[in-house]
């Protein structure tokens, strides 16, 4: 789905089918067993788990595009209340549970729901009394019985067995040499990167045959699309295959479908590529939760933000924080959880004079938590969307898709009680504003 179209890929469009540019590559071979841009691609977390940082900490260091944790925090998988799940040592057997009787009431088997389907890493074991429990890359999970709160991980390293399931959707995924997995937020998975960390593209090859070669994508020319080149001895292994371009460059392919770096990707964790055309996708192994009724909206200067289903920019409420460089660059702060469910959706986060300009942004009742997206239940009984443990909301003076206008948003409180002030922030942050940051991937 192209997230925008904007004037000047018309314009690139027009000068390059003019200037009767070079192709991107005209494939010699054929490629058995191609498929095209309907790759069904697992996804990281079924429906009802869900992402947390587990483990207790005040002090959260962010540098440049790392994740948003404290050092004793690790993003591990939990039950839909948030309560962190575990594996054990003693279930040596891949997709074999060995823990009953008196162990599973300490460590309670985490039941799948009716209904539930085994997909990508995640899969079903059947008990002894026939329950089903989730595995994830075939290690049976539990939670503990003494985790109260969502962040609690009291259950690691119990009689030196059990460990925290460390979020790792990808682990497993063999791939050769030349290429990495890493997390690209903007593609909302993990997908094949280069040495470099650069992200991969594949054309859907089945395109390449039917259109002339720069109808395919939009701007070939120009250097902007590099063929992920395979070195000669290049061994083709599982869904890494190779093919020959009518240039003699032997190219690294993915599931039958050719793989390009994007030359206008200028640091790793960017994929400003995905968007030129409906033939190019990021070679995605593993994708992120994200609800129907959102969407990935591409904004000037502030790249992707999330958005509703016409467009709109969702936003969340934050405690300022003036360390690293502040809260301004696109991720020079990335979202504290404790801080975001401290705000919640209660008055304290935003009352009714606050909701004249702020509208929550609800989720259906049928609605299922998944990833890093929860559900909050709301004062009046509706449901909210939670992103990272920050509840969403619209702003009312954005109109059009794109739109920006509630960014850096200042919430001033006045009071001459001195204990009024803001305890949200973690410890390094004095007391101080709340404002409002657009919500991004």
């Known amino acids: 789905m192209r997230l925008n179209t904007s004037s000047w890929v018309a314009t690139v469009v027009a000068a390059s089918l003019l200037a009767g540019c070079a192709s991107i590559g005209e494939y010699v071979n054929d490629v058995d067993g191609s498929q095209n841009l309907s790759i069904a691609v697992p996804i990281a977390t079924p429906p009802g788990v869900t992402v947390q ?5 005040g002090f959260t260091l962010i540098i440049g595009y790392a994740i948003g ?4 925090q690790v993003w591990a998988y939990a039950n839909s209340e948030g309560m962190t799940l575990y594996t054990t040592a003693m279930d040596e057997e891949p997709g074999v549970s060995s823990c009953f009787g008196d162990c599973a009431k300490q460590f309670p088997p985490f039941i799948a729901p009716a209904g539930a389907n085994p997909e990508g890493s995640w899969s079903l074991i059947t008990r002894d009394d026939g329950t089903k429990q989730w595995a994830v890359h075939g290690k049976p999970l539990y939670t503990f019985f003494k985790d109260e709160a969502i962040a609690d991980d009291y259950g690691k390293n119990i009689d030196g067995v059990w460990s925290i399931a460390e979020f790792a959707p990808s682990a497993g995924i063999a791939v050769p040499p030349g290429f990495d997995i890493k997390s690209i937020p903007d593609a ?3 997908a094949l990167v280069d040495l470099k960390g650069m992200a991969l593209y594949a054309l859907d090859i089945e395109a390449q045959r039917r259109k002339a070669s720069c109808d395919v994508v939009v701007d070939p020319c120009n250097g902007s699309w590099t063929p992920y080149a395979a070195p000669v001895l290049a061994t083709p292994s599982g869904d890494f295959s190779t093919v020959r371009r009518s240039d003699g460059i032997l190219q690294w392919a993915y599931k039958g479908r050719p ?3 994007y030359n206008r990707d200028l640091e790793t964790g960017f994929a400003t590529g995905m968007d030129i055309d409906d033939n190019v996708r990021i070679a995605t192994v593993v994708r992120y939760f994200k609800p129907q009724n959102v969407t990935f909206q591409k904004t000037p200067g502030q790249g992707i933000v999330l958005a509703d289903e016409s467009g709109l920019t969702l936003y969340r409420r934050d405690a300022y924080v003036y360390q690293l460089g502040g809260h301004g660059l696109r991720r020079g702060i990335e979202p504290r ?7 919640g959706t209660t008055a304290a986060g935003c009352d009714a004079s606050c909701q004249e300009v702020w509208k929550p942004f609800e989720a259906p009742a049928d609605a299922k938590p998944s990833g890093l997206w929860d559900i909050l239940t709301r004062e009046d009984g509706t449901k909210q969307w939670a992103y990272k443990s920050y ?3 619209r702003f009312e003076g954005d109109t059009e898709p794109g739109q920006l206008l509630g960014n850096d948003y200042y919430d001033f409180t006045i009071s001459d009680n001195p204990q009024v002030a803001s305890t949200r922030p973690s410890r390094m942050t004095a007391a101080g504003a709340h404002y409002w940051i657009y919500a991004y991937p």
């Not at 940082?53 to 900490?57: P, Q």
């Not at 959880?337 to 705000?343: E, H, L, Y």
Request: no cysteine; net charge positive; glycine share 16%.
């Open 391 to 393: 509840a969403l909301y």
């Open 188 to 190: 909302n998975g993990h």
């Open 337 to 343: 959880s404790n801080v975001g469910r401290d705000i």
């Open 69 to 72: 944790k404290g050092f004793n």
């Open 259 to 261: 793989l390009f770096t």
């Open 53 to 57: 940082l587990a483990g207790h900490t």
